[in-house]
């Protein structure tokens, strides 16, 4: 039996928003873009290119009733507890609304909500049109059939949702990836290693291996035994500071804001970001396919 066919907005044309609009139009939703900005929009539009039928607008007007609506603009609080707070007075109260937060709690958003019992968060991962892993974080106040539903949604786009029980900030994945940045940050202050030993050091062992293993079964594999002995005597001694690490503000009041900026840990020119993120997708695709293929063969 044929599915129904979807209607979605998104709201917010920056980087995520636009991806996340070409991605639902080629799984063949039909998508309106909201943006406040009209030369954000016109971007957007430039950036999806021909050969698929999204709307942009400016304003709600004319927008027909969406099935869902995402909101993926500022990742700031106040602008986000307005932005959903206005998604509400135009849909019906039956339209389940997402934030693509990337980690700000979902009742903080929520909190100027009518009803924050449709209102929940998917967190996309970056390029969103190819990384599988969304994380699904219901607020205090969403029923599970819209987190069923909002799962069965992202599905239909050929995603990997991963529901949490509970909100907390960062969620799942941007806690795991500063908890490793703060050491890995820590260890470059200390000296004890340059920044290309440690990124070859990490990105060749626990790297090429957690792409295959999440990190459970990964320790499972290595035994639990082992890991505690060694927890034992590390924990005392990793790198638990409650601010971020000085050379990060260093650098970031420096102006080394990464490859966008020319420089970061490293100095980047435009050829040389572009050609990284060019073979970085194409890399990936063919990792996301391995890994589907391993963790398929795995099962029972
Ligand atoms: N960039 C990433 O890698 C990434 C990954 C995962 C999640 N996110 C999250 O996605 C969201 C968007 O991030 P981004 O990188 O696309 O940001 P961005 O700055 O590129 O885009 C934000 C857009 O929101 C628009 N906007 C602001 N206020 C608005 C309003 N009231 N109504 C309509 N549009 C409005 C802005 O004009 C801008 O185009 C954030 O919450 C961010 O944390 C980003």
Known sequence: MREASLQAVVVGAGTMGTILAKLMAVRGVKVTVVDTNPQVLETSRMRVGIGTSICFATEWLGVERPDFVIESVTENVAVKQQVVAQIETYVADTTIIMTNTSGIPIDDIGSAMRLPQRFLGTHFFNPADIVPAVEVVPGSHTEAAVVQKACGWLARLGKRPAVLNTCVPGFVANRVQHAVMRECLSLLEKGVVEAEALDEIV??????????????????????????????????????????????????????????????????????????????????????????????????
Not at 216 to 242: E, K, M, S, V
Not at 249 to 256: H, I, M, P, S, T
Not at 279 to 299: K, M, P, V
């Open 203 to 300: 990105q060749y062992s626990i790297g090429v291996r957690m792409a295959l293993n999440g990190p459970f079964c990964q320790r499972d594999l290595n035994g639990l035994d082992t890991h505690l002995n060694i927890a034992r005597y590390l924990y005392p001694d990793l790198d638990a500071r409650q601010e971020p690490a000085v050379l990060l503000e260093e650098y970031v009041a420096q102006g080394r804001l990464g490859a966008k900026a020319g420089r970061g840990f490293y100095h980047w020119s435009d050829e040389s970001r572009t050609q990284h993120q060019v073979r970085e997708r194409e890399s990936l695709q063919r990792i996301i396919e391995i890994a589907t293929q391993q963790s398929n063969g795995d099962e029972p």
